[in-house]
């Protein structure tokens, strides 16, 4: 019985060829709308820090997809960053990235978008935590909410 049960689950997984990226999110649900080149334009909702974050920004995503990550570059800021899916639900895509930013700074992203065709809107969560250079203890942390929207200005990047 017993091997019949592992034979069972050895057959069940020898069909299962889709890349999982995070906690079930396979990279194949991911629209293939996502990936191209990107026109953001940011506007600033909420923060807890108004010094520290710019009212509103302009910029540029390239989202491709490389084998089973996804890579997130900015061109205007030469920022590159693999992206971690947290879910996919038709055209609602969460995602997040996480980015040493000076000495002693972690800046993470939340990105919540819907896509519509050639363009989304959306939100993105900002995380900066400052740690201390000394023992590494959290010294503060800084918060924003940035209501988003893109426009494609460019194709697909799929490499398989």
Do not use: C
Request: charged share 20%; no cysteine.
């Amino acid at each position: 019985m017993k091997k019949l049960i592992i034979l069972f689950f050895a057959f069940l997984f020898s069909f299962t060829n889709a890349e999982v990226l995070e906690a079930g999110v396979s990279i194949e649900e991911v629209p293939k709308a996502l990936y191209g080149g990107w026109r953001i334009t940011a506007h600033l909702d909420t923060t807890n820090a108004r010094s520290s974050f710019k009212p509103q920004s302009l910029d540029f995503w390239t989202l491709s997809r490389v084998g089973d990550s996804i890579s997130l570059d900015n061109p205007m800021s030469g920022a590159n960053s693999t992206i971690s899916v947290k879910t996919v639900e038709g055209n609602l895509i969460v995602f997040s990235k996480k980015t040493p930013y000076d000495n002693n700074k972690v800046l993470t992203d939340i990105v919540t978008i819907r896509l519509n065709d050639n363009s989304f809107t959306g939100i993105n969560d900002l995380k900066l935590e400052t740690f201390s250079l000394i023992d590494n203890h959290l010294m503060k942390t800084e918060t924003a909410r940035y209501i988003i929207k893109g426009e494609k200005i460019s194709g697909d990047s799929i490499i398989l």
